[in-house]
């Protein structure tokens, strides 16, 4: 355990080391995303329906460049027999695993260096972000329901802001 041990977080409190563990976590989930759509799918749980609203297409308007092109199928504007679909396609989950993967690499450099007020702050950056794009996608862009899947991630975001944002001025030597 003691060779282990050098390769760890020799900070100060725990921060570090949550820091770390996520970010080994990122990666493994950064993988994933490029190897299937499965879990991806679990996350975005949502189902959409072609929006009806958008002006036909002509010359200087094209609805399949809208992203508002689809919108969330629900009872009352989808047909029994209509086809639903989810936003989760090979691309979209490649750009996530390549952002997740980005992000962990940021923390686990920060969790090495969180007395530097840039690296705190750009590691900071990383799980408000990551939690703009959970709390955006469930409460406007309506892409999942809050279930079980979706409970972590917010969950290891918000510790990771309001971790950071209480701690500063205990980790950062100014």
């Known amino acids: 355990m003691d060779v282990l041990k050098e390769y760890l977080p020799q900070g ?3 921060l570090p080391h949550y820091m770390f563990t996520l970010s080994v976590i990122a990666v493994g989930n950064s993988l994933q995303n ?9 996350f975005y749980n949502g189902q959409f329906i072609p929006n009806p ?7 200087t308007v094209n ?8 919108i969330p199928a629900t009872a009352s504007n989808t047909p029994k ?7 989760v396609t090979p691309l979209a989950a490649r750009l996530f695993g390549t952002y ?10 920060a969790s090495f260096h969180l007395d530097k007020e840039p690296v705190y702050m750009m ?23 809050l279930g079980g ?5 917010l969950f290891f975001a918000t510790t990771g802001v309001a971790w950071m944002i209480m701690q500063k001025e205990f980790y950062v030597v100014a």
């Open 53 to 59: 609203s958008l002006p036909p297409k002509i010359t």
């Open 100 to 109: 997740t993967l980005i992000s962990a690499i940021v923390r686990l450099y």
């Open 81 to 87: 027999d209509a086809a639903t679909m989810d936003q």
């Open 12 to 14: 100060q409190g725990f």
């Open 123 to 145: 590691a900071m950056w990383t799980y408000l972000v990551a939690l703009g794009h959970f709390v955006s996608e469930g409460a406007v862009y309506k892409t999942y329901y």
């Open 63 to 70: 609805p399949e460049d809208s992203t508002k092109k689809l």
């Open 34 to 42: 490029y190897i299937t759509l499965h879990f991806s799918r679990r």
């Open 149 to 153: 899947p979706q409970l972590m991630p």
